[in-house]
């Protein structure tokens, strides 16, 4: 079983970054695509960003092309999220989670307890 556990996010005024870290126990993460999605006071769910197992292709959402990036060190067991240029609207709680089954399959199987990001105006 692998557990996620998240850190690094606080408050940050708008145009400032944040990077998000996503440590993970269990062996097999090294093989498991992992993403980042973020959620906001009344709203739902959304994806971020993802990763597959080897690092060598990535997928964002829309609203955080050219902002964010996410990496992930296999050594270390750890996914993060760099985040520049942070609007008041990626204020949320953000989520690492991880795939057992692939970069594209849109299934994330395990997921962390979240860290708060919030971004001032």
């Known amino acids: 079983q692998v557990q996620l556990v998240e850190s690094g996010g606080g408050l940050v005024q708008a145009g400032g970054s944040l990077r998000l870290s996503c440590a993970a126990s269990?062996?097999?993460?090294?093989?498991?695509?992992m993403g980042w999605f973020r959620q906001a006071p009344g709203k739902e769910r959304e994806f971020v960003a993802a990763i597959s197992w080897s690092g060598g292709s990535t997928v964002y959402a829309d609203s955080v092309k050219g902002r964010f990036t996410i990496s992930r060190d296999n050594a270390k067991n750890t996914v993060y999220l760099q985040m520049n240029s942070l609007k008041p609207e990626d204020t949320a709680v953000y989520y690492c989670?991880?795939?057992?089954?692939?970069?594209?399959?849109?299934?994330?199987?395990?997921w962390g307890q979240g860290t708060q990001v919030t971004v001032s105006s």
């Open positions: 989670a991880g795939s057992r089954v692939g970069l594209y399959s849109g299934r994330f199987d395990y």
């Open positions: 269990g062996r097999t993460f090294s093989s498991n695509a």
